[in-house]
C-alpha cells in the first residue's frame, strides 16, 4: 500500500495541479498521511528550479496548518481518532512513557520531529493529547518545517540530480544528524542564557 501511495505522489508530482497536491498532502502528512511531501517536492524542486523556494514555503505553511489538526485530533479526538492513528504507527506503547515527559521537553521533540523523518503526526497527536501550550507546537514547527523544506529545496535547486540520488541513499541521516544539531544549537543557547 505504501509503494502504491508513493508512485501515486510522484505522479502528482508531474501534474500540471501540482501546487495544489503538495499542499494537500504536506498537510495531510502533518495529521495522518503515511508519505512525507519531500517525496513530490524533490521532483517539483528538480523540474522547475526557479520556483524551489516557493514549494518549500507551500509545504511549510500546509505542514503546519496540518500540525493544528493533529493536535485537534490528539486533544479533541485522542481515543477514537488518535489512538489509531499511534497504533498504525506502532506508537502506543511506549507513548504512556512519552506523554508523562513530553510537554517538558515537547518544544525539542517537535523540533527534531519537525526537522527529521520522525513521523510528524505522531508529534503533533502527542502534543494535542498532551495539552502542549498551542504557541509553541507552533513555533516550533514553523522553524522546523521551514529549515527541513528550505534546505530540501536550496540543495535540489543549486545541485539537482545529483544531490537528489544522495537525498534518496542518505536521507535519514543526514536529516537526523542536521537535527540534533539544529536542536543541540537551540538547547545550548537556551542553557547559556
Given at each position: 500500500?505504501?509503494?502504491?501511495?508513493?508512485?501515486?505522489?510522484?505522479?502528482?508530482?508531474?501534474?500540471?495541479?501540482?501546487?495544489?497536491?503538495?499542499?494537500?498532502?504536506?498537510?495531510?502528512?502533518?495529521?495522518?498521511?503515511?508519505?512525507?511531501?519531500?517525496?513530490?517536492?524533490?521532483?517539483?524542486?528538480?523540474?522547475?528550479?526557479?520556483?524551489?523556494?516557493?514549494?518549500?514555503?507551500?509545504?511549510?505553511?500546509?505542514?503546519?496548518?496540518?500540525?493544528?489538526?493533529?493536535?485537534?485530533?490528539?486533544?479533541f479526538f485522542f481515543k477514537t481518532v488518535g489512538l489509531p492513528i499511534l497504533e498504525f504507527y506502532g506508537a502506543t506503547e511506549k507513548f504512556d512513557l512519552f506523554a508523562n515527559s513530553f510537554n517538558e521537553q515537547g518544544w525539542v521533540v517537535v523540533l527534531l520531529a519537525g526537522f527529521t523523518p520522525l513521523p510528524f503526526k505522531v508529534i503533533t497527536i502527542a502534543a494535542g493529547s498532551t495539552a502542549m501550550p498551542l504557541h509553541i507546537l507552533i513555533g516550533a514547527a514553523i522553524i522546523a518545517r521551514s529549515a527541513r523544506f528550505f534546505l530540501v529545496a536550496a540543495l535540489l535547486r543549486y545541485f539537482g540530480p545529483p544531490m537528489k540520488?544522495?537525498?534518496?541513499?542518505?536521507?535519514?541521516?543526514?536529516?537526523?544528524?542536521?537535527?540534533?544539531?539544529?536542536?543541540?544549537?537551540?538547547?545550548a543557547v537556551r542553557w547559556l542564557l
Open positions: 500500500m505504501l509503494k502504491r501511495l508513493y508512485e501515486w505522489m510522484l505522479g502528482k508530482a508531474a501534474h500540471p495541479q501540482a501546487p495544489k497536491w503538495l499542499t494537500g498532502i504536506s498537510f495531510a502528512e502533518s495529521s495522518f498521511f503515511p508519505i512525507p511531501p519531500d517525496v513530490m517536492l524533490a521532483p517539483m524542486c528538480l523540474a522547475k528550479p526557479e520556483r524551489a523556494y516557493w514549494y518549500a514555503l507551500i509545504c511549510t505553511i500546509a505542514s503546519v496548518l496540518g500540525a493544528l489538526l493533529g493536535y485537534a485530533i490528539g486533544y540520488i544522495w537525498i534518496d541513499k542518505n536521507f535519514t541521516l543526514a536529516t537526523t544528524v542536521v537535527g540534533i544539531l539544529f536542536v543541540g544549537g537551540f538547547v
